[in-house]
C-alpha cells in the first residue's frame, strides 16, 4: 500500500497506472487518514493544517479517476 500524505502529493499519472480496487483502497486510506488529521488538528496535536487540505485534494483526485 502507498502511504498518502500531504507532503507529498499523489500524482495523477502514477493513480492512472492503478486498478481500480487499488484506488479503492487508496481512497479509504486517505479517508481514515483525513479523519485521524482533523481530531489531531482538534486537539492541537499537529500544526500541519495544510496537511488536511491536501489530502482532500488527493481524494478529489482518486473519485475522479474512479468515475472515467
Known sequence: C????????????????????????LLAQARSRIEEARMLVRRKKIKNVKEISGLRKDIARILTLLRI
Open 2 to 25: 502507498i502511504r498518502i500524505l500531504a507532503s507529498r502529493f499523489v500524482k495523477t499519472s502514477d493513480l492512472r497506472s492503478k486498478s481500480k480496487e487499488e484506488l479503492r483502497a
